[in-house]
C-alpha cells in the first residue's frame, strides 16, 4: 500500500536559519507531489508541485524552494527562514482515495 | 489565490444532532470536488468527493451536495458524534490535473454534549 512520510513533525527555527524538510512517498511510482502551506485559522495553500524528478512548479512567489532529487522524494528549502514563513506544512500526492493523499504535516515556528 | 471559501467559520451543534457545511466555489471549470476532516496537529484525510456530473453523493453518515447553478457545495454529517469535531475543508480540483487542488479557509465543527 501507499504511504506518505513526512518530517520533522515540529520545528523550531531562529529567523535567518535554513529550513530542510522533506517528504518521501512509499509504494507508488512517479507520483504527482505537493507542498501545502496552512497558516493559523486559514486554509490550505499550494507552493509548489512536480510531476518527476527535477521538475518544479511555484504557485506563489515566497521565501521558499523546493526540489525533487527522487522519483519518490521532495524537498522543501529555505536559505533564510522569515518569521511569515511560520505555519503547518503539508506535503500530499497525487493518489490514493479522494486523488489526494496527505502526510503528517510538520508545524513550523520561526522565532 | 483561494478560489473556493467557505460560509462560516466556526459551526456548534448538539451531539446527535445533523450538521451542515456550505461552500462556495468560484470557478465553474473545476470538475471535481473534495471535503477534508483535518484533526488538529494532523494533515487533512478524505471524506466525501464528488464529480461535477452528479449533484449528491451519500457515504457513512456523510452526504455531499452540489449545486452547480449557483456554485455551491455543501456537507452534510448525519447524527454527529464527538469524534466530528474537526476543521473540515472544500476542495475543488479547477483544472482536473497535475496542478493540484484549491481549498477554503474550513469551517471549525463544534460538537456539543
Known amino acids: 500500500s501507499q504511504t506518505i512520510h513526512q518530517w520533522p513533525a515540529t520545528l523550531v527555527q531562529p529567523v535567518g536559519s535554513p529550513l530542510s524538510l522533506e517528504c518521501t512517498v512509499e509504494?507508488?511510482?512517479?507520483?504527482?507531489l505537493y507542498w501545502y502551506r496552512q497558516a493559523a485559522g486559514r486554509g490550505l495553500q499550494l507552493l509548489f508541485y512536480?510531476?518527476?524528478?527535477?521538475?518544479i512548479s511555484s504557485e506563489v512567489p515566497q521565501n521558499l524552494s523546493a526540489s525533487r532529487p527522487q522519483d519518490r522524494q521532495f524537498i522543501l528549502s529555505s536559505k533564510k527562514l522569515l518569521l511569515s514563513d511560520s505555519g503547518f506544512y503539508l506535503c500530499?500526492?497525487?493518489?490514493?482515495?479522494?486523488?489526494?493523499?496527505f502526510g503528517s504535516g510538520t508545524r513550523l515556528t520561526v522565532v | 489565490g483561494e478560489s473556493v471559501g467557505l460560509h462560516l467559520p466556526t459551526l456548534s451543534v448538539q451531539e446527535g444532532d445533523n450538521s451542515i457545511i456550505n461552500c462556495a466555489y468560484s470557478?465553474?471549470?473545476?470538475?471535481?470536488f473534495i471535503w477534508y476532516k483535518q484533526e488538529s496537529g494532523k494533515g487533512p484525510q478524505f471524506i466525501i468527493d464528488?464529480?461535477?456530473?452528479?449533484d449528491k453523493r451519500q457515504g457513512q453518515r456523510v452526504t455531499v451536495l452540489l449545486n452547480k447553478t449557483v456554485k455551491h457545495l455543501s456537507l452534510q454529517i448525519a447524527a454527529t458524534q464527538p469524534g466530528d469535531s474537526a476543521v473540515y475543508f472544500c476542495?475543488?480540483?479547477?483544472?482536473?490535473?497535475?496542478?493540484?487542488?484549491?481549498f477554503g479557509k474550513g469551517t471549525h465543527l463544534i460538537i456539543q454534549p
Open positions: 476542495a475543488e480540483n479547477p483544472g482536473g490535473g497535475a496542478d493540484g487542488l484549491t
Open positions: 509504494g507508488t511510482s512517479n507520483p504527482n
Open positions: 500530499a500526492w497525487m493518489g490514493g482515495v479522494g486523488g489526494y493523499t
Open positions: 470557478n465553474s471549470a473545476s470538475d471535481y
Open positions: 464528488i464529480r461535477s456530473n452528479m
Open positions: 512536480s510531476v518527476g524528478i527535477g521538475q
